[in-house]
């Protein structure tokens, strides 16, 4: 009946909604309904993230503030006061994209990979350490390597008994 709604779908409608004149609308009716609380604004606001349009929407309430169309509240100042100390996002109206997600999941994986390897190498030369300083937790030899050094024994003796 309906049309599948796909991630690509999505993307491409909040490109189109953000920055746009019906977002700006939105936007203001929010400001009048939340009353200035901004944390509930972000909390109702299609497509919108704190991080990347605290600064552009600051922008765009007190434009309007100053026209005449909304009325500043205390909330608002107080909010507008701290988004003014926070250094703005470089463009506000791109979303960081899935892929560059996937990038950092990729690397997140290879760093624990390599963490794991590493741990390995560490205990191998751990316990390499640990045998050559400890001579207790050496293992006993085998019957083949006991008979081998058994003979050699007996060599050396019959060797400094003909001297």
């Excluded at 203001?28 to 605290?54: A, H, Q, R, V, W």
């Amino acid at each position: 009946m309906y049309k599948k709604v796909t991630e690509e779908d999505i993307e491409e409608f909040e490109a189109s909604y953000r920055g746009s004149d019906t977002e700006k609308n939105d936007l203001k009716d929010l400001y009048t309904k939340c009353k200035g609380n901004m944390k509930l604004l972000f909390c109702s606001m299609i497509c919108s993230d704190e991080k990347l349009d605290s600064h552009r929407f600051k922008d765009i309430i007190d434009e309007a503030i100053a026209e005449g169309e909304l009325k500043a509240t205390k909330k608002y100042e107080k909010w507008a006061k701290k988004i003014s100390q926070i250094k703005p996002p470089t463009n506000p109206l791109k979303r960081p994209s899935k892929k560059k997600k996937k990038e950092m999941d990729d690397l997140g994986s290879a760093i624990v990979e390599r963490r794991s390897q590493r741990k390995e190498q560490f205990n191998s030369i751990l316990s390499s350490i640990m045998s050559k300083c400890d001579p207790s937790s050496q293992s006993e030899p085998t019957e083949e390597e006991f008979e081998k050094a058994r003979q050699r024994l007996e060599s050396r003796k019959k060797g400094k008994n003909r001297k």
